[in-house]
């Protein structure tokens, strides 16, 4: 994928923050000069540029604009805080306060970021395969303010890394996380949500691979969790001995207890 990086209309690129992006990403700084997105991404015969904001990197591929937002997180911890709704996520993981967590499937990091906020001791780190969105994640992440505290500071915690998660797991050590979870693209394909469908194609559409699972139970110091499609077996295919339904019928989480 060619990407390149470029401001606002109006923003400058002496930002240092932009800087830093730039440094990390390696995607090189085409000025704006006020011309469209459109004709940057023809004039550099690229398949995507990225936006620099104050609020934080937003990806655009002549169609989609792909950017950091909490999503659903904050509908679900709003309803937690609110009415004390408990989430089937982390009902199925059972964190406790102090746990640290590996998110084997980022995304846009929401299940992340409802992780980090129920484990504000512990450690939520996520992997994400795709190197555009763990950078638009990760600094997406790093500069977001919603000025609600709470919300802010779970999403902060988090420890994005750009990684394939069977070789990141492959090289941690037996017992590295009590909880590893993954929510892999396969079963989005199926699913209507708008939420992720500007993640779509830029994802890693793989159904998971049962080395990584191997792994992620080695790894793992009380359970591995993986969410799913209630319907089918994948579930089965992946080795879960207890499966339990997620807030809508359609979604399941299967779970593979390793120490408890
Ligand atoms: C369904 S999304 C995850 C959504 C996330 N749970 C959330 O709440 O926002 C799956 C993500 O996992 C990533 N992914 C898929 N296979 C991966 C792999 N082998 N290693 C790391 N990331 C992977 C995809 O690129 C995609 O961004």
């Given at each position: 994928m060619h990407i390149i990086a470029t401001t606002s209309r109006s923003g400058l690129n002496n930002d240092t923050g932009f800087q830093e992006f730039l440094a990390e990403s390696g995607f090189p700084f085409v000025p704006r000069n006020r011309r469209s997105l459109e004709i940057l991404l023809q004039e550099n015969q690229a398949d995507g540029v990225v936006i620099?904001?104050?609020?934080?990197?937003?990806l655009f591929n002549g169609q989609d604009k792909f950017f950091f937002h909490p999503s659903m997180a904050k509908n679900r911890l709003s309803a937690y805080r609110k009415h004390g709704t408990k989430d089937p996520f982390i009902n199925a993981c059972q964190l406790?306060?102090?746990?640290?967590?590996?998110?084997?499937?980022?995304?846009?990091?929401?299940?992340?970021?409802v992780a980090s906020y129920f484990t504000p001791r512990g450690l939520v780190m996520g992997l994400e395969s795709s190197p555009v969105i763990a950078l638009v994640v990760k600094w997406g992440?790093?500069?977001?303010?919603?000025?609600?505290?709470?919300?802010?500071?779970?999403i902060k915690r988090i420890k994005v890394v750009n990684s394939e998660h069977y070789e990141f797991l492959s090289g941690l050590a037996d017992?590295?996380?009590?909880?590893?979870?993954?929510?892999?693209?396969?079963?989005?394909?199926?699913?209507?949500?708008?939420?992720i469908s500007p993640l779509r194609s830029l994802a890693n559409p793989l159904p998971l691979d049962l080395r990584a699972i191997e792994q992620a139970c080695r790894v793992a110091r009380k359970r591995v969790v993986i969410k799913e499609r209630a319907a089918g077996t994948e579930l089965q295919r992946l080795g879960c001995s207890t499966i339990i339904s997620g807030k809508h019928r359609k979604i399941a989480f299967g779970i593979i207890r390793v120490g408890e």
């Open positions: 620099w904001h104050n609020e934080g990197p937003v406790e306060d102090g746990d640290s967590l590996l998110d084997c499937t980022l995304g846009l990091g929401a299940d992340a970021i992440m790093g500069l977001y303010n919603s000025q609600l505290k709470w919300l802010d500071e779970a017992n590295s996380f009590d909880i590893v979870y993954f929510d892999p693209m396969f079963r989005q394909a199926l699913l209507k949500s708008q939420a």
